[in-house]
């Protein structure tokens, strides 16, 4: 695991100073405290920060091939490097060292880019032909590694950290309005754009070529034809296909050269995760849990002892408060780069910490709920889409009553979803993250000032997730949520957390659940694997009994409980201070009357809005640490 970074001129007179590279490189220290590397050759310069994990003794980045014509670059894992390296060695390629890098480069000088159908891993990465003056940006299938990029009149710039591009002199920190607007809207900012103006994310499973004069982004891989894709199996067949991947993604994902450990949750994914690993392993196991000081509901850790008597393995612990999340706050948004509604993220900072006193690899189970359908949404949704066809177009006469039932019952999940029955599923599902039922959507959109009004004129933040459920438009409702939250919320709200807050410690996070092998079987599977009945994550579930404990298989899924609602109540004094301060107000966001009416007032008094505040809170810390004058 490593931080990568580079500079390309368009004008291929026009040299590259070792300077430009040496100043990106050291924002990128804590994700390669190891050891660094430059390499500067006329229009380009490449620079590396490294983590050590495989072939400790001669991995050092950049990596040149045999010639010397071509450079590399590389953040991740390729977890079939030694197969693939086995037969580039049979077909004359000479090795200078044992990385799965210079196994890239090799592949790169034999396939160009289709080098990247053959690679399994998590990955960023850059390749520099010098005979060509051609640049070579790519990025893993789903975005479990970032890679940022800028275009300017004269060069293009990428990196593994936004901060990095910032430190270069044609790069300014400008805002992108409607990416303030996307995270408001979606808690983070989906697609290709970031909330800085002109600086993007190469999307997941996408490359990008540059050469004298431009460049030219492309795809190589996506999951949405392999949903479209039977696979025709069986249950039994299903359940025994599905647990030979799961020991084969545990078995690749163990490769390492230094000690790795695991992220226990005592949710399903983890703890499946943990159970395979057992299997495979003879060692002893390592793994690592937070909880949270002063909570009156039960966390994680009750389920994760459990997980840890079972498979005999070292459990470390760790707590924290609400001093220690406010603390860290300032942290949080200087490694998450863009404002995103993540308070789980503090928490993996943390445990993140104390495993780095034991080890510098972790694997967890992120993913596995995007790809065996695990979150009850999925469920509640599918439900009430099929309510809805049932319904035969009398849906708002139905909705009309049912609204009028609920003023005596009080529900709260009939008042978030009876909105949803007037509106198809195209028009609402923006991933996870929001829907017309959330109540802060109207807040905002009411409150925001005309300036700011005008200056988003004519942008839509949904149109990309419009985009993602056209192009699924022939797949089942689940599917069509299952993939439109792959390609946004997946990569650019729940990998982003997991590589930036881990790798602000210097450790390796990796995710077998999200191996593309086990992503494309799943997308295939028909939904009655995944959903039956009222149970979640059915055919997942089913290989696990046995193996995992019934009172984690039975447990109602509860996320990451942080209670940040609770410890913002604890420091109302300092949010208060900070959403009223006249820097904050001056933002022009806002017209901050009406914030304060409709949203402020409210949560000072009554504690309504926790995630609405939070977000204002990380927007103007954000600015504070990236857009203020002096802060770069």
Known sequence: ??????????????????????????????????????????????????????????????????????????????????????????????????????????????????????????????????????????????GIKPLYYTATPRSLLFASEIKALLRDEEVSPAVNPAGISDFLAHTYTPGPATVFRNIWKLQ???????????????????????????????????????????????????????????????????????CFSQEELNNRLKAFTIGFGGQEFEDERVYARIAARKYGIDHYETTISADDFFDCLPKYVWHMEEPVFEPPAVGLYYVTKMAREHVKVLLSGEGGDECFAGYQTYRNLVFLERLKRGLNGNWERFARILSKVNRIAGSEAVKRYLPLLTVPLGEYYFSRSSNPGSPWRPVYDDAYSADFRSRLAGISPSDPFRG??????????????????????????????????????????????????????????????????????????????????????????????????????????????????????????????????????????????????FKLVVLELWHRQFVDPGTR
């Open 1 to 142: 695991m490593c931080g990568i970074c580079g500079k390309y001129s368009f004008d291929g007179e026009l040299r590259v100073r070792k300077a430009e590279i040496g100043r990106m490189m050291e924002t990128l220290e804590h994700r390669g405290p190891d050891q660094s590397g430059l390499f500067v050759d006329g229009p380009a310069g490449l620079g590396h920060r490294r983590l050590n994990i495989i072939d400790l003794d001669s991995g050092r980045q950049p990596i040149l091939n045999e010639t010397g014509d071509m450079a590399i670059v590389f953040n991740g894992e390729i977890y079939n490097y030694q197969e693939l390296g086995a037969s580039l060695k049979r077909r004359g390629h000479a090795f200078r060292t044992r990385s799965d890098t210079e196994v890239i480069l090799h592949l790169y000088e034999e396939r160009g880019e289709r080098c990247l159908d053959e690679l399994r891993g998590m990955f960023a990465f850059a390749i520099y032909d010098r005979s060509r003056q051609r640049l070579f940006l790519a990025r893993d299938r789903v």
């Open 468 to 613: 993602y459920l056209a192009a699924a438009a022939s797949f089942s409702d689940l599917k069509k949520m299952l993939y439109v939250d792959t390609v946004t919320w997946l990569p650019d709200r729940l990998l982003l957390k997991a590589d930036k807050m881990t790798m602000a410690n210097s450790v390796e996070l990796r995710v077998p659940l999200l191996d593309h092998k086990l992503l494309e079987f799943s997308a295939g599977l028909p939904d009655s694997f995944k959903l039956r009945g009222f149970q979640t994550k059915y055919l997942f579930k089913h290989i696990l009994r046995g193996r995992v404990p019934e009172e984690i298989l039975k447990r109602r899924k509860a996320g990451f409980p942080v209670p940040y609602a609770r410890w913002m109540s604890e420091k109302k004094g300092f949010v208060m201070d900070l959403l009223l301060d006249p820097k904050t107000r001056n933002r022009g966001y806002f017209d901050y009357g009406k914030i304060r009416k409709s949203l402020l007032d409210a949560w000072d008094t009554a504690g309504r809005h926790p995630q609405e505040i």
């Open 204 to 274: 997941p499973g996408h490359y990008l070529v540059a050469e004298k004069g431009g460049y030219e982004v492309r795809e190589y891989w996506s999951l949405l034809p392999h949903f479209g894709r039977s696979n025709g199996m069986r249950i039994q067949e299903a359940e025994e296909r599905l647990a030979e991947l799961m020991r084969e993604t545990i078995r690749i994902h163990e490769i390492s050269d230094v000690p790795i450990g695991f992220l226990l949750s005592g949710g399903v994914d983890s703890t499946a995760t943990l």
